[in-house]
């Protein structure tokens, strides 16, 4: 069963997506991974890891409503059926074998039957299949570094990425100051505090593993609609995968308290074609050759 079946089905397009050379001319995509006001489901998944994840979480729900129930009428019962009007000589006895054996029992198969599936999704997000993308996250006070390695070691690149309009408590205040350069990376008042002013790019329909790291205090690369988080710990080296199905355009944030500024790093992944992504790459390890990283945002703009 596919988990988006169970969440809600959220999709917008995205107007005027043409964020700097950074993004390198990406067009308008199809918004998928992005939080909806009120909103009280999972965004739509992303990933089969996803899908996974959303459908243990209906799983759950089934059976701790069916416990929630089958307790509060029990205890409905207990208390009209034994209390002291209905029931003014009460029983003797101590225990029930019955009783206790099936109290025992039932909570173990519960248990059983939540653990299997559970154990399977564990063991599944942290096998890390043969990849056909590595992609290096470094988290940094308050921004996210990327890293392309070539599997040839010769165009290997990296870039940083930022919030647009960081640092601005509120949209209005963001589009009074720097109105301009929100306007051109397709900033409005759905995505103000998720758009990046370079994209993390990546092929639909391959593996992209992710090595998680952060060069002063923990991070956490985390993408909801991919179903995957991974904390980044400096000096250490964790690893995530992923596999997205559908092109489009997904948004996260850091998910550890990592600083005053930790709300303004937010995670912008596009998904494409292969051809669009050989196309992307090309150019990405022209421009970014030899760039020196944590240019502004400004310049990488212009």
């Known amino acids: 069963m596919r988990a988006g079946k169970m969440a809600s089905i959220l999709s917008v397009l995205a107007s005027g997506l043409v964020a700097a050379p950074a993004a390198l001319a990406q067009d308008a995509a199809t918004v998928i991974g992005i ?20 459908w243990l979480d209906g799983f759950l729900l089934i059976i701790i409503t069916v416990i929630v129930v089958f307790v509060t009428a029990l205890m409905a019962f207990v208390a009209f059926r034994f209390s002291e009007k209905a029931n003014p000589t009460p029983s003797t006895f101590t225990h029930n074998s019955v009783v206790e054996v099936v109290w025992t029992v039932v909570p173990i198969v519960i248990l059983v039957a939540i653990a299997i599936p559970s154990l399977q999704l564990l063991s599944k997000q942290v096998t890390i299949p043969e990849a056909d ?59 103000y505090r998720l758009q990046t002013n370079t994209f993390v790019v990546v092929p639909v329909g391959k593996v992209v593993r992710v090595q998680v790291t952060a060069s002063d205090v923990i991070h956490s690369w ?14 250490r080296l964790n690893e995530i995968w992923f596999q997205v199905d559908e092109p489009g355009i997904y948004y996260g944030q850091c998910s550890e308290l990592c600083g005053k500024d930790h709300a303004y790093m937010p995670i912008s992944v596009k998904a494409v074609s292969e051809a669009e992504y050989e196309t992307w790459l090309a150019q990405a390890q022209e421009t970014y050759a030899g760039v020196e990283r944590n240019v502004s945002v400004a310049s990488l703009s212009e």
Do not use: C
């Open 35 to 54: 939080p909806q006001p009120g909103g009280i489901g999972f965004q739509p998944a992303g990933t089969e890891l996803a899908s996974d994840l959303h």
């Open 133 to 191: 993308l590595t992609i290096k996250a470094t988290g940094n006070q308050w921004y996210w570094s990327y890293e392309y390695p070539d599997p040839e070691g010769e165009a290997d690149f990296a870039f940083d990425s930022m919030m647009v309009g960081s640092g601005y408590k509120d949209y209005d205040t963001a589009v009074a100051n720097v109105g301009d350069e929100m306007a051109a990376a397709g900033v409005n008042r759905d995505n």
């Open 222 to 235: 985390t993408v909801p609609a991919f179903g995957v988080k991974m904390d980044g710990i400096p000096g």
